[in-house]
């Protein structure tokens, strides 16, 4: 087998799949190893301390994940060392909170603004940047990722505590951004959400998720009706500001396909009315803890044509004469009721529901 050189052992390496046999493989002699790590795609990191001895392997990375901390310094080497990365995930599987409790871990000695910096600069062809959780990922670190890497189409940046309008500002600026999550981004206020939906992304935006994000008002809300492409919307849990005058404005959006309204207890019938005649394209949607929406509400889904799945989880003011209703929506394929209701609705009711979708219960 020596005499194959490395191109025609990288043909035969590319009919390897399974990660045991790609192991095996590079355990052969020097050469096989070398070849082995040329042709390596993707990595998932599990030990980031040893980064420096064995990434220089990988200089043909396109995909990049770890899960746990990782300092500045190493995601710096990453950067000079595989410059073609197009998949950055380092949506962290804990908070470092909980890392703290069992291994003595600090926010100070996890990535922040240089580390990703350095990264957006070294490797220009990111396409995703999943930085869920990295509570040291600041406004410096997003806007240099939106600057430098013109080819970025989904960006995760939820429970990055530190980002605000600033980086907002500068991510709708991007004209290829077409998933956006901005989760628990508690700093993001109003001034945000008008910069995304008047900005280049609102003409390719798809997906955006907002969750959380409790200083948000009906007046940014309101321009969410400008995002022309938007297909998922979640403002679970956005708190009280959002009223029945949000809720209009998000109905005027027919290309959505996914909503989640969850606990915004102050959205009404007149909102989800609005959902059910105007969101035709409507697919899902969550109305999990909408306290003030009643029967009259939901019934309006009744003869939607594209509903498959809605969650009334926690809204008592459904009864069994309003999901005898509901049910007659020929594309539902799924309702999730509260289960507290499971005692009060007749077995036969259940089966009755069961046969026309399928019923859950939270």
């Not at 980002?163 to 951004?177: F, L, P």
């Not at 390719?204 to 309101?222: H, N, Q």
């Not at 077995?347 to 069961?354: K, Y």
Request: contains cysteine; aromatic residues 4%; charged residues 20%.
């Amino acid at each position: 087998m020596s005499i194959l050189g490395d191109d025609e052992l990288s043909l035969v390496l590319k009919w390897v799949y399974d990660q045991t046999d790609r192991k095996s493989f590079s355990q052969v002699c020097k050469q096989w190893l070398r070849v082995e790590g040329l042709s390596r795609l993707s990595i998932r990191v599990l030990e980031p301390d040893l980064i420096p001895s064995f990434i220089p392997r990988f200089p043909n990375l396109l995909f990049f994940e770890s899960q746990i901390f990782i300092p500045d310094s190493h995601l710096e080497f990453v950067a000079k060392t595989c410059p073609r990365l197009q998949v950055l995930n380092l949506n962290l599987r804990k908070t470092l909170e909980e890392f703290d409790e069992v291994a003595g871990i600090h926010d100070s000695e996890d990535v922040g603004n240089d580390g990703v910096s350095a990264l957006a600069n070294g490797c220009r062809n990111l396409t995703k940047a999943l930085l869920r959780k990295r509570t040291n990922v600041g406004n410096v670190a997003v806007i240099s990722l939106v600057k430098l890497c013109k080819n970025l189409t989904s960006l995760d940046l939820g429970r990055c505590s530190l980002v605000d309008d600033e980086a907002v500002e500068a991510i709708g600026c991007s004209n290829s951004i077409r998933v956006l999550n901005l989760e628990a981004c508690s700093l993001i206020t109003d001034h945000g959400l008008t910069v995304l939906a008047t900005g280049f992304i609102s003409k390719t935006l798809k997906k955006l998720v907002l969750a959380e994000c409790d200083r948000i008002t009906d007046s940014g809300v309101s321009m969410l009706k400008h995002m022309c492409c938007l297909e998922e919307l979640n403002l679970a849990e956005c708190g009280p500001k959002i009223t029945d005058s949000g809720g209009l404005a998000v109905s005027s959006l027919p290309s959505l396909k996914k909503l989640n309204l969850a606990w915004l207890i102050n959205l009404s019938d007149v909102t989800v009315i609005a959902i059910a005649e105007n969101c035709v394209n409507l697919v899902a949607i969550d109305l999990t803890g909408c306290e003030s929406v009643t029967g009259v509400g939901v019934r309006a889904f009744g003869n939607h044509e594209s509903l498959e799945y809605l969650v009334l989880a926690s809204c008592h003011s459904i009864c069994i004469d309003d999901l005898s209703i509901v049910i007659r929506c020929r594309s539902l394929r799924d309702i999730v009721l509260d289960k507290g209701l499971r005692m009060w609705i007749p077995t036969a009711m259940q089966v009755n529901i069961s046969m026309f979708c399928q019923l859950h219960w939270r």
